[in-house]
């Protein structure tokens, strides 16, 4: 396990390396030059050059790159805003703040918004799935089943915009969403402020856990070592939970992983939709803006999200499944 887990970081560093220089290489292939949108209007060409001097992008590329690298590292000095600490992602080009610290502002209403519907969708996906694996045939299953198409079906800035339309507008049942309050400054308020996001996202993720776990369990049920612990006159009860459900599992906690990332990388549409501040409207602006250490850094926590989740779940396995073993 700690050979597959070094293994895995190693990787895992490796990509996001080059994460990391696709993404410079794809600033420089946009139209905008950051330095003239810095510089203003009336902005001369000794001035255009000052400015970006002092932005750091008056060198090549790659030694743009390396420089950016080293502030990951060691730490950087910039001539307009000073030394910047080891982690160092660069400084906003429009906003001259350092860009992990404006990333760790949003990140908690991401992480929220993501950790909190996964609850919810988990619960409600995983379980009317199990219900309606155990029921086959009959008429739980048929309505699970086809609750579950419909809501795959659905988008989350029709839904969400739908209910908080009716929910929060019309008849005042939850409350708009917002994310004013942290969790410990003021629970309530953080609770009640998503949980309208979080009952639009488990419409739409219910549905697709649903019908994985239901499939998943179906299958598992006809697999020759469930038969053969129902021969043995094991319970119902033990055959299901102890053999059957920790077979299906695998699959389900491997979309779980990649779910999640997305979520903690930002979801752009969901925190659009609800008007939240997470990294996903950091990034949306950045894009505007064509702030490039903005983009960088929240590139790289959505590609770190997904990539350590990804080594979470695969390290799951062995405990989810006896019959996996990692080399």
């Known amino acids: 396990m700690f050979r597959f887990l070094v293994r895995r970081i190693l990787g895992a560093a490796v990509i996001l390396l080059i994460i990391s220089a696709i993404t410079f290489?794809?600033?420089?292939?946009?139209?905008?030059?950051?330095?003239?949108?810095?510089?203003?209007?009336?902005?001369?060409?000794?001035?255009?050059?000052?400015?970006?001097?002092?932005?750091?992008?008056?060198?090549?590329?790659?030694?743009?790159?390396?420089?950016?690298?080293e502030g990951v590292f060691l730490g950087r000095d910039y001539t307009s805003f000073g030394h910047c600490d080891a982690p160092c992602l660069g400084y906003s080009f429009q906003n001259r703040?350092?860009?992990?610290?404006?990333?760790?502002?949003?990140?908690?209403?991401?992480?929220?918004?993501?950790?909190?519907?996964?609850?919810?969708?988990?619960?409600?996906?995983?379980?009317?799935?199990?219900?309606?694996?155990?029921k086959q045939g009959k008429a739980l299953d048929k309505i699970a089943s086809s609750a579950s198409l419909v809501g795959s079906s659905l988008q989350i800035y029709i839904v969400g915009i739908v209910a908080m339309f009716y929910l929060s507008d019309e008849w005042g049942i939850l409350p708009r969403p917002n994310d004013n309050s942290g969790l410990t400054e003021d629970p309530g308020a953080w609770f009640s402020g998503l949980l309208l996001p979080w009952f639009v996202l488990a419409i739409i993720f219910t549905a697709n856990y649903t019908r994985m776990t239901r499939s998943q369990l179906v299958e598992t049920l006809s697999e020759?070592?469930?038969?053969?612990?129902?021969?043995?006159?094991?319970?119902?009860?033990?055959?299901?939970?102890?053999?059957?459900?920790?077979?299906?599992?695998?699959?389900?906690?491997?979309?779980?992983?990649?779910d999640l990332g997305?979520?903690?990388?930002?979801?752009?549409?969901?925190?659009?939709?609800?008007?939240?501040?997470?990294?996903?409207?950091?990034?949306?602006?950045?894009?505007?803006?064509?702030?490039?250490?903005?983009?960088?850094?929240?590139?790289?926590?959505?590609?770190?999200?997904?990539?350590?989740?990804?080594?979470?779940?695969?390290?799951?396995?062995?405990?989810?499944?006896?019959?996996?073993?990692?080399?």
Not at 29 to 44: F, L, W
């Open 224 to 258: 020759d070592y469930v038969r053969t612990a129902r021969a043995k006159g094991l319970s119902a009860r033990t055959v299901f939970f102890r053999f059957a459900w920790r077979g299906a599992m695998g699959p389900i906690v491997t979309i779980l992983g990649l």
């Open 25 to 69: 290489l794809l600033f420089y292939v946009a139209p905008r030059d950051p330095a003239r949108v810095a510089c203003g209007k009336v902005c001369t060409p000794q001035t255009l050059a000052l400015v970006k001097h002092n932005l750091g992008i008056d060198d090549p590329l790659p030694v743009q790159y390396w420089h950016w690298l």
């Open 262 to 327: 997305t979520l903690l990388g930002g979801a752009i549409i969901t925190e659009a939709t609800f008007g939240l501040h997470g990294i996903g409207a950091v990034s949306v602006k950045a894009v505007h803006n064509n702030d490039l250490p903005v983009l960088l850094g929240v590139t790289l926590v959505a590609a770190a999200a997904i990539v350590v989740f990804n080594i979470i779940v695969d390290a799951l396995y062995a405990l989810i499944d006896p019959r996996v073993r990692l080399a």
């Open 97 to 134: 703040v350092p860009v992990l610290g404006l990333i760790g502002d949003r990140f908690p209403t991401t992480i929220s918004l993501a950790l909190g519907s996964a609850v919810v969708f988990v619960v409600f996906g995983v379980g009317t799935g199990m219900i309606a694996a155990v």
